[in-house]
Structures are given as C-alpha cells and as structure tokens.
C-alpha cells in the first residue's frame, strides 16, 4: 500500500506530499488540482510502461505541464505587500514524481534535453522532449543512502547487491527510457521487477461511457474478463464473470441496494452476450440500449469495483457522474467493498458522495481536501511541519 505521494513542480502542484491510507478521497472547490492530481498518478504508471515521455507529449510538452509561477514566493508577497513578480531561475528544470509503499519507495526526476543532444553532438528533431535525469528505488518508506537499491542517474544504472555492493547495470539508457523497463531483471534486480509489476496492476477509470454510442450499450462477443476495459466495452462478459467466479451473492446485492426489486440478467445468444435488466414494475426487461445513462453507469461501476482480480491501487476519476443522489449510498457501498482487498484513490467533487463514503464505510477514510493559494495546490490544513517524511534523489 502506497503511504505517501509526493509531486513536484506539474502544472499547479508546486510542491505537494501527501500521506495516503486505505481509502483516499481527494476533493476540493473546481480548479485546486485534483486532475493534475490524478494525471501524475496516470505518469507514474504509464513510467513502468516506459511511457511517460509520450505521455507528457501528449499533454503539450515538459514546457506545458511543469509549474507556471516563480521558483519561490516571498513573505511580503504572501502578506499583500510586494506585488507577484517573476524571478531569474537559480535551480534547474525539474519535474519530480515518486512515492513510498511499507516496503519500497521509486522516484523520477525529468528534465530539459542537452542543447546538443542529438546524434554525434549534431542538435536533435526532438530538442523538445524531457529526459529522464535521475531515477531511485529504495527499501523501506524512506529514502536513505543505506536503503537505495537501484539508482539511475543520466544514463548509467547502477544496482546493489544482496551484501551491499553496487555493480553497473552493464549498458547506458537512453534519456527517454525509464530503469523500470530497461533493468528489471530478476535476477540482478528483483525488486525493481516486482515493483514495476506492482505498478502495472495499477487501475484508472475516468471516462466509462454512456452515450447512445457508447461500446458497453452493444452487444459484444463475451469471453471471461476478470478486469473491466477503460471504456466498458466488455461489461456484459464483466458482470457474468463476478457472477460466476466473483464474491458469491455481491453482484445482486449490489443491484439491489441501488434499484430494489430489481435484477440484471446477461443474456448469451451463441456466444454474444447482452444485458437484460429487470426493474420493478416492467413487463420485459431492458436491453443496454435502452437503459438510462445513470443506470448503465452505475452497471459499469459494478464491473469496475467488483473485479476478481483487485489490483495493487485503484483510482477513480469523479465516478458520481451521472449518477443521481439515490444511488450515492450504493456507490459509496461499492467503492468501501473493493477498499477492502485494494487501496483506492477516488477524486471527487461531490459533497454528498464524500459524506456518503465517510458514514457508509468502516474503513477509515483518509479526506485530502486540496486548496489552492497564488496558484499553488496545497493539502488544507497541512504546513511545513506536518508532511510525512521525504527526500528527493539528488542529481
């Protein structure tokens, strides 16, 4: 389980370390931060894929997504006094991720390329592109230089031993490519290959839809499927699976807490599989095409949630959307159910959903309420002092 998240330097998290439980719930007013939270978890992942420089790509580029405002804000700034003025850069470009778990903790740095970074010293097409300046895997929840275990700086890697000698990995990575991929070995590098499978279990959903066209209204060819797709194609062949091999008596409880007297049937014509969702008071049942946006969507969340192959972290983007107040209880039900085998992270603007989460739970419910203060995210509440511990690898 993740303790402690800490970001550096994206887009409005200047300087963020979050602590983190069994069940999170970031919230705050629109425009604090809460996507720029929840896009740095997606980079972190999308790293242990070797994907975090197309990612940022994707988002417009190192230049983008990194902080905006000046390297540092004065007293008098602070207290109304001077006005907010930019200032000559003293520290190098750099946009820090990274976490701690009970037993490993990983950090990323990027950074601007070299002027002349292309082949033979000749200036490069991609001059736009981060590197990957510095990477860290260590043991236990903090960093010290006893606890490293695998330590990229540019493009040389270096890793211990079982009796605490460092050895080169043996070849240089290019700037674009993360030691998660490159040097998880199981052998040499054990750690770093259990972490970065750990990292790929990582689930995000944030877009499941729910339009006249979306993929989950149609009938789809059904095969077993243990995890829901980012856009519920499979949702049908989902549902059936939690059925068959999930929690015994979950799937119709969880239908019945949100729609009593009701009842969700997977219909499978040779091998196509098709929802027919009995309600109350219907003579026939209802296709995916005909349901309702909110009840298709809380269908959806029911893959999502009750997946029988939870996953190390699971993160869910705004998951009330659509849904109306009546349902909150029953989602919040599902999301403290999956909380239980898996650490959730749910971002969420909702009051009510939040409320319903805190009083439907007997976990306890980590709240992150985040605020923000001359364009700077900040956790409500937290200063200087109250930060659990955490060191960035050093260049």
């Not at 592109?129 to 895997?137: F, M, N, Q, S, V």
């Given at each position: 389980?993740?303790?402690?998240?800490?970001?550096?330097?994206?887009r409005?998290?200047?300087?963020?370390?979050?602590?983190?439980?069994?069940?999170?719930?970031?919230?705050?007013?629109?425009?604090?931060?809460?996507?720029?939270?929840?896009?740095?978890?997606?980079?972190?992942?999308?790293?242990?894929?070797?994907?975090?420089?197309?990612?940022l790509?994707?988002?417009?580029?190192?230049s983008?997504?990194?902080w905006?405002?000046?390297?540092?804000?004065?007293p008098?700034?602070?207290r109304?006094?001077?006005?907010?003025?930019?200032?000559?850069?003293?520290?190098?470009?750099?946009?820090?991720?990274?976490?701690?778990?009970e037993d490993?903790?990983?950090?990323?740095?990027?950074g601007?390329?070299?002027?002349?970074?292309?082949?033979?010293g000749r200036?490069?097409?991609?001059?736009?592109?981060?590197?990957?300046?510095?990477?860290?895997?260590?043991?236990?929840?903090?960093?010290?230089p006893?606890?490293?275990?695998?330590?990229?700086?540019?493009?040389?890697?270096r890793?211990?031993?079982?009796?605490?000698?460092?050895?080169?990995g043996?070849?240089?990575?290019?700037?674009f490519?993360?030691?998660?991929?490159?040097f998880?070995d199981?052998?040499?590098?054990?750690?770093l290959?259990?972490?970065?499978?750990?990292?790929?279990?990582?689930?995000?959903?944030d877009h499941?839809?729910?339009?006249?066209?979306a993929?989950?209204?149609?009938?789809?060819?059904?095969?077993?499927?243990?995890?829901?797709g980012?856009?519920g194609?499979?949702?049908?062949?989902?549902?059936?699976?939690?059925?068959?091999?999930?929690?015994?008596?979950a799937?119709?409880?969880?239908?019945?807490?949100?729609?009593?007297?009701?009842?969700?049937?997977?219909?499978?014509?040779?091998?196509?599989?098709?929802?027919?969702?009995?309600q109350?008071?219907?003579?026939?049942?209802?296709?995916?095409?005909?349901?309702?946006?909110?009840?298709?969507?809380?269908?959806?969340?029911?893959?999502?949630?009750?997946?029988?192959r939870p996953?190390?972290?699971l993160?869910?983007?705004?998951?009330?959307?659509?849904?109306?107040?009546?349902?909150?209880?029953?989602?919040?039900n599902?999301?403290?159910?999956?909380?239980?085998?898996?650490?959730v992270?749910?971002?969420?603007?909702?009051?009510?959903?939040?409320?319903?989460?805190?009083?439907?739970?007997?976990?306890?419910?980590?709240?992150?309420?985040?605020v923000?203060?001359?364009?700077q995210?900040?956790?409500?509440?937290?200063?200087?002092l109250?930060?659990?511990?955490?060191?960035?690898?050093?260049?």
């Amino acid at each position: 389980m993740l303790t402690t998240l800490a970001i550096e330097n994206y887009r409005s998290l200047r300087r963020l370390v979050l602590p983190l439980g069994r069940l999170n719930v970031v919230t705050g007013a629109n425009g604090t931060g809460k996507s720029s939270l929840y896009r740095a978890l997606r980079l972190l992942a999308d790293a242990s894929r070797n994907g975090a420089v197309a990612a940022l790509a994707r988002e417009g580029g190192l230049s983008s997504t990194l902080w905006a405002g000046p390297e540092n804000i004065s007293p008098a700034v602070r207290r109304g006094e001077q006005p907010l003025q930019g200032t000559v850069r003293s520290k190098a470009v750099s946009l820090r991720m990274g976490f701690a778990s009970e037993d490993y903790g990983y950090a990323m740095d990027f950074g601007l390329p070299q002027p002349l970074g292309g082949e033979r010293g000749r200036p490069s097409a991609f001059s736009l592109d981060p590197e990957i300046k510095r990477e860290a895997l260590w043991a236990g929840p903090f960093l010290r230089p006893a606890s490293l275990l695998v330590e990229r700086g540019g493009g040389g890697v270096r890793i211990r031993d079982g009796d605490g000698k460092w050895h080169d990995g043996g070849h240089a990575l290019q700037p674009f490519d993360s030691m998660l991929s490159e040097f998880a070995d199981p052998e040499r590098a054990p750690e770093l290959l259990m972490l970065r499978e750990r990292m790929r279990s990582w689930r995000f959903y944030d877009h499941l839809r729910t339009d006249v066209d979306a993929p989950a209204r149609q009938v789809q060819i059904g095969t077993r499927t243990t995890i829901l797709g980012p856009e519920g194609a499979d949702v049908a062949a989902a549902l059936q699976t939690i059925r068959e091999i999930g929690p015994q008596g979950a799937l119709d409880v969880a239908i019945e807490q949100a729609f009593p007297g009701s009842k969700v049937e997977i219909r499978n014509n040779a091998g196509r599989f098709e929802i027919a969702f009995h309600q109350h008071g219907l003579l026939r049942p209802l296709s995916g095409a005909e349901l309702s946006d909110g009840t298709l969507r809380y269908l959806l969340w029911v893959a999502a949630l009750l997946t029988p192959r939870p996953p190390a972290l699971l993160v869910l983007n705004e998951p009330e959307t659509s849904l109306h107040p009546d349902l909150l209880p029953a989602l919040a039900n599902l999301v403290a159910t999956a909380a239980k085998d898996t650490q959730v992270i749910v971002v969420t603007h909702s009051r009510p959903f939040l409320a319903a989460l805190q009083s439907g739970s007997d976990l306890d419910v980590r709240t992150i309420e985040l605020v923000k203060s001359f364009g700077q995210t900040a956790l409500e509440g937290q200063g200087p002092l109250d930060e659990p511990p955490w060191k960035w690898p050093s260049r």
